[in-house]
T-cell receptor, first 110, second 114 residues
């Protein structure tokens, strides 16, 4: 089945720094979602981005479907950005179930 | 707020017991998904329903079952609970359960089995 790998597994930043998180996937995808899991456990939708680039405030994401990767950029990080970032892709012909990467745990220090 | 609601938020129970987790999808969404997040397995798909019918199944244990009711809310039943069932259980919903749709996740139910 499709494999999803995220890097780095952990990241520690000072407030104000920028970062890039990567998501590699092993097969063609029709969809890719980025999520932020906050310290209270909630999974928050960040982007639905099967291809191209999207921006939302300090966050942006780019998916290059032909090369099977997606990047999440966080600029001017804030302590509230801390948590775990997941990417997930759906499985073809299996009802759209999502396969999640293992996540990148981000800690932003004041 | 994603519009997906889950109850209860927290559940503490003992081994061997049975619990029911409830999910209400976003208004207008016909498809509901259940996922389990545990420390050792990460986030894993359990089961999907579309308009009351089971559509896809993951590595869901035989001790677990689910259904989606005519009003589209869904329940996940976990029985003969074991310590290893302790996890965060998420429900997600989408309009028609297709692969090109965004899935919106509820706040989760945190289950602790003692």
């Amino acid at each position: 089945g499709i494999q999803v790998e995220q890097s780095p597994p952990d990241l520690i930043l000072q407030e104000g720094a920028n970062s890039t998180l990567r998501c590699n996937f092993s097969d063609s995808v029709n969809n890719l979602q980025w999520f932020h899991q906050n310290p209270w456990g909630q999974l928050i939708n960040l982007f639905y981005i099967p291809s191209g680039t999207k921006q939302n405030g300090r966050l942006s994401a780019t998916t290059v479907a032909t090369e099977r990767y997606s990047l999440l950029y966080i600029s001017s990080s804030q302590t509230t950005d801390s948590g775990v970032y997941f990417c997930a892709v759906p499985v073809w012909n299996q009802g759209g179930k999502l396969i999640f990467g293992q996540g990148t745990e981000l800690s932003v220090k004041p | 707020d994603s519009g997906v609601t889950q109850t209860p938020k927290h559940l503490i129970t003992a081994t061997g017991q049975r619990v029911t987790l409830r999910c209400s999808p976003r208004s207008g969404d016909l498809s509901v998904y259940w996922y389990q997040q545990s420390l050792d397995q990460g986030l894993q798909f359990l089961i999907q329903y579309y308009n009351g019918e089971e559509r896809a199944k993951g590595n869901i244990l035989e001790r677990f079952s689910a259904q989606q009711f005519p009003d589209l809310h869904s329940e996940l039943n976990l029985s003969s609970l074991e310590l290893g069932d302790s996890a965060l259980y998420f429900c997600a919903s989408s309009v028609e359960g297709g692969i090109q749709e965004t899935q919106y996740f509820g706040p989760g139910t945190r289950l602790l089995v003692l």
